[in-house]
T-cell receptor, first 116, second 116 residues
Framework: KAGVTQTPRYLIKTRGQQVTLSCSPI?????VSWYQQTPGQGLQFLFE???????NKGNFPGRFSGRQFSNSRSEMNVSTLELGDSALYLC???????????????FGEGSRLTVL | AQTVTQSQPEMSVQEAETVTLSCTYD???????LFWYKQPPSRQMILVIR??????QNATENRFSVNFQKAAKSFSLKISDSQLGDAAMYFC?????????????FGKGTKLSVKP
């Protein structure tokens, strides 16, 4: 069974540009969450999608957005990039059956974004 | 606000020895889940162990066990017979029961080194 796949693995952008990151969850997983990981702030929750609907959002500005497609694949977008957006962006999927939160997330290897 | 604190940024252990990683959390909820996740240098994070707050018995997974002290809001991870492959970042995480599947609150992590 394939794991969570994130693309691209590495990318470099300049301030003001925008970026789109992609995440393919484990087959059958309907929930996809995104996290930002930095040395200073650690892991911070960005948002979660379930059945194409955003059902939870972290404390990030509106420049950070996402969506989920009918096949559960998800994308996140960051517009007007700032230096502080440099981070490892992690995607995680879970079964999320029946709404019961068991908390087990399956993570991808991440997309390393560098903003110059 | 719910918070998770890991007070040991770095730890070191000799191969075959035992090490304990500390974690404290703050919540007003009575039902919740606690986790330890491991992030090896390759960056893909995996679940090590999970504890349901309503269970008094401490969770165990092979060489990994926890000491869950609900009243003290403490959740430490003990690794027995440490192996070189245990070297990684370890994150303690919390989520309330019935909460959003993908929204975990993480501590800042503890970097564990294993000496041969």
């Amino acid at each position: 069974k394939a794991g969570v796949t994130q693309t691209p693995r590495y990318l470099i952008k300049t301030r003001g540009q925008q970026v789109t990151l992609s995440c393919s969850p484990i087959s059958g997983h309907r929930s996809v969450s995104w996290y930002q990981q930095t040395p200073g702030q650690g892991l911070q929750f960005l948002f979660e999608y379930f059945s194409e609907t955003q059902r939870n959002k972290g404390n990030f500005p509106g420049r950070f957005s996402g969506r989920q497609f009918s096949n559960s694949r998800s994308e996140m977008n960051v517009s007007t990039l700032e230096l502080g957006d440099s981070a490892l962006y992690l995607c995680a999927s879970s079964l999320a059956t029946g709404g019961l939160n068991t908390g087990e997330l399956f993570f991808g290897e991440g997309s390393r974004l560098t903003v110059l | 606000a719910q918070t998770v604190t890991q007070s040991q940024p770095e730890m070191s252990v000799q191969e075959a020895e035992t090490v304990t990683l500390s974690c404290t959390y703050d919540t007003s909820e009575s039902d919740y889940y606690l986790f330890w996740y491991k992030q090896p240098p390759s960056r893909q994070m995996i679940l090590v162990i999970r504890q349901e707050a309503y269970k008094q018995q401490n969770a165990t997974e092979n060489r990994f066990s926890v000491n869950f002290q609900k009243a003290a809001k403490s959740f430490s991870l003990k690794i027995s017979d440490s192996q070189l492959g245990d070297a990684a970042m370890y994150f303690c995480a919390y989520t309330p029961w019935g909460g959003s599947q993908g929204n975990l609150i993480f501590g800042k992590g503890t970097k564990l080194s294993v000496k041969p």
